[in-house]
């Protein structure tokens, strides 16, 4: 059973409140549906403070009311001493051994009696072999006091021994994938949903779509690297000066470099979830299902819906699931993204 997100925190909140918290929760659900959001609350509900004593009142001793923790606006700023966070950041998008070993270290710190560790995998699936079998020696014995947060949308991607020793929470896609009004990805989206809308279907019409997806993630990738060039900049004139600052400053350029590919492979991966929300949402409508993954675009879901055969929708999803994985590949991007679109937009 899917949850919204107030509904699991509900949950998760009674479960704290009767001392019955698991010590792994794997938290599910499509990309957009607050999975990151659900984890900073649960953290927030872990640094609350019980009630204390009660204390003296007008009428005499009155319970002390507990104190709830604001929840952080992201992981990043929730992170600390106490809460730990690993995403994938190596230039292939995975989460190495040395990333699980660095939060079983702060699982075992010492922390009070009153605290609660938490450790927090974002985009779990990118776990690979080594770093998935590191990482279940501490799920099988975790450290006292401690909380495991497993993020990820593809739950199917880990090991069957990891989901059995997880709590799951599925939450309910909400929208939030959409693009906002004026971004490149709007303008991109509204291209396809005019040109799916027309019927287009023909060679040229896939082709024209594969260009305007790559000038899309052209653009965000030259916004990436503008970025990192940036503190790259930044950090030699401030270490100019320091000895061995040109050994450090090769080694900030090839991290910085890896940190790049890997924030512009999530770029790509958004892409082609919206992509996949689209008919998702064309299939929904097709069943009489009233959520949307991008409400701007029901009409282009719902002309869709009514063009194109339910296993025709289907197969149209298929074909963009297999640009995300022909992606990843040795594949050159251009010719994955013109082959993919053939598929997409139904070219026989």
């Known amino acids: 059973m899917a949850f919204t997100i107030d509904q699991a925190l ?123 079998n590191a990482f279940l020696k501490t799920l099988e014995e975790p450290p006292d006091r401690s909380i495991i947060l497993i993020l990820t949308s593809r739950p199917e991607q880990l090991l069957d021994t990891i989901l059995s020793r997880c709590i799951q929470v599925e939450l309910i896609g909400d929208g939030m994938i959409e693009p906002e009004t004026g971004t490149p990805e709007a303008r991109w989206l509204d291209q396809i949903g005019e040109a799916l809308q027309n019927g287009g279907s023909t060679v040229k019409d896939a082709f024209v779509l594969a260009r305007a997806t790559q000038d899309v993630l052209g653009q965000r990738k030259a916004e990436i690297d503008k970025h990192y060039q940036t503190i790259l900049k930044e950090e ?56 949307r993954s991008l409400p701007r675009y029901s009409k282009v879901a719902e002309s869709l819906a009514s063009q194109l055969s339910h296993a025709e929708l289907e197969k149209r999803m298929k074909a963009v699931e297999r640009l995300g994985e022909l992606a990843n590949t040795n594949v050159q991007e251009n010719l994955a993204f013109e082959a993919s679109f053939l598929d997409i937009v139904g070219v026989d």
């Open 236 to 291: 030699g004139r401030r270490y100019k000066d320091a000895s061995e600052a040109g050994k450090y400053l090769e080694r900030r350029e090839t991290e910085l470099a890896a940190r790049g590919k890997s924030d512009y492979l999530k770029v790509r991966e958004g892409v082609v979830q919206m992509l996949i929300a689209l008919f998702g949402d064309a299939v929904r409508a097709q069943v009489g299902g009233k959520r």
């Open 10 to 132: 509900t949950s998760l909140r009674n479960a704290r409140d009767n001392d019955r918290l698991g010590h792994a929760y794997l938290i599910t659900g499509p990309a957009g549906s607050g999975k990151e959001k659900l984890a900073c609350q649960l953290i927030a509900l872990l640094q609350s403070k019980p009630a204390g004593e009660p204390v003296a009142g007008l009428f005499g001793e009155e319970p002390a009311a507990p104190v709830e923790a604001e929840p952080a606006a992201s992981l990043d700023e929730a992170a600390g001493p106490l809460v730990n966070v690993v995403r994938p950041a190596s230039a292939a998008r995975r989460i190495r051994v040395a990333d699980i070993h660095e939060l079983e270290k702060g699982l075992r710190v010492s922390c009070g009696m009153n605290e609660t560790k938490v450790a927090v995998i974002c985009e779990a699936d990118r776990l690979g072999v080594e770093s998935s």
